[in-house]
């Protein structure tokens, strides 16, 4: 499958495993109903930072440095949904990978929390594919994956960040 672009994720017009992710995107929040299996969901990331007591801003972090990220959580109207929390160690450049970073993700909406973790990328424009690995509260079984672009502003970006969730379970 061909690299994701932050056009495509932001469009709706992404396919990921066999199955088109677009209109039911827009508009799904949260808070509303159950969390169901085949549910498809954006959320929007605001003010998304990084920090740590040796990352310095505007440089790469160097491979085995650990940061912390933070971001509010809204939907595409701008409805706050809750918080980001993400910590990532860098990882050694490898001859044979683009990853960059080792990550894990907790989308905390207030009655539960989304885990997710993965690789990421450098490239800013193309989605990085993380895999949900539980939850808590109303999403306590929660499976599935989500693609995630994520500009940190100490890294150039504007502090934004877009993830397209698809629940399994």
Do not use: N
Not at 45 to 71: D, M, N, V, W
């Amino acid at each position: 499958m061909s690299p994701v672009t932050r056009r495509q994720l932001l469009g709706g017009a992404v396919v990921a495993g066999g199955a088109v992710l677009g209109s039911a995107a827009s508009g799904w929040t949260p808070r509303v109903g159950d969390p169901q299996a085949g549910a498809v969901f954006r959320v929007q990331g605001h003010g998304l930072s990084l920090s740590s007591p040796t990352f310095r801003k505007g440089i790469q972090p160097i491979p085995g440095e650990r940061i912390l990220a933070q971001a509010e959580l809204a939907t595409d109207r701008g409805e706050h949904l809750g918080r980001f929390y993400a910590v990532f160690m860098a990882l050694a450049p490898a001859v044979d990978s683009a990853a960059a970073s080792l990550e894990e993700h907790t989308f905390d909406f207030g009655d539960g929390t989304l885990v997710g973790s993965g690789l990421g990328t450098r490239e800013p424009e193309i989605a990085d594919t993380f895999a949900i690995v539980g939850g808590t509260g109303r999403y306590e079984s929660a499976q599935g994956t989500y693609m995630a672009i994520q500009h940190h502003l100490e890294l150039g970006g504007d502090g934004t960040a877009e993830f397209l969730i698809s629940l399994t379970a």
